[in-house]
């Protein structure tokens, strides 16, 4: 036998670039501001650690509303949660991608519920920040379970439907991991281990 390569077998199909960028698609109001949502300002755009970027980009947000009123606080986070899944879906719609990594405003969302109580202390605002890379990195379940399922849903080609799936999904496995990064702050501000 031959160790040559038969000229017809087929080359293996290339990763899809997840952080694609074809500014030239970017050409209305609706798109640029999806995409400034969707990169925290500019923040996913960063060539290393985006998402850790992301996550810095959130933490003066946490710091400066820690004092309002607990519905503003609810509703201001819900509101870019519900935003975050409209501009997630543009951006890949724009850039042809399934969750782009330059898409940061997940951590933004998940790092505003992981230092819900922290407050305006920066010993609390750095462990929240660490809990909630620890959780958004290793994905433990349910996480990695809901960004699969999420991914499937999206790849399911049912028109608009599953292009919002894959919005709410890019969103929806880093409020997850906000959660247990919350339950953990708790629990150690409970036994008064951090303020």
């Known amino acids: ?15 899809p670039n997840r952080r694609a960028l074809h500014w030239d ?15 925290a300002c500019g923040a996913g755009l960063f060539p290393l650690a985006p998402g850790t970027m992301g996550t810095l980009f959130a933490v003066p947000l946490a710091f400066y509303t820690a004092e309002y009123p607990a519905v503003f606080r609810f509703f201001m986070w819900l509101g870019l949660l519900i935003l975050g ?24 969302v998940g790092y505003g519920i992981t230092a819900w109580t922290a407050g305006t202390s920066g010993i609390s605002l750095a462990v929240a ?21 999420s991914k499937i849903k999206a790849g399911q080609n049912s028109g608009a439907a599953s292009r919002w799936w894959g919005g709410f999904g890019v969103m929806a496995d880093d409020v997850l991991a906000g959660f247990q990064g919350l339950i953990v702050m708790l629990i150690l501000q409970h036994f008064k281990i951090i303020p």
Not at 28 to 37: G, R, S
């Open 129 to 149: 920040f660490l809990l909630f890379r620890f959780f958004d990195v290793l994905k433990p379940p349910p996480v990695r379970q809901m960004d699969e399922w």
């Open 25 to 39: 698609r970017a050409k209305n109001p609706k798109t640029l501001a999806a995409i400034i949502v969707s990169t």
């Open 85 to 108: 899944t409209w501009s997630a879906k543009v951006m890949d719609e724009t850039m042809g991608s399934k969750d782009n990594q330059n898409i940061v405003i997940d951590e933004v």
């Open 1 to 15: 036998m031959s160790d040559t390569i038969n000229p017809a077998t087929p080359a293996p199909a290339k990763k």
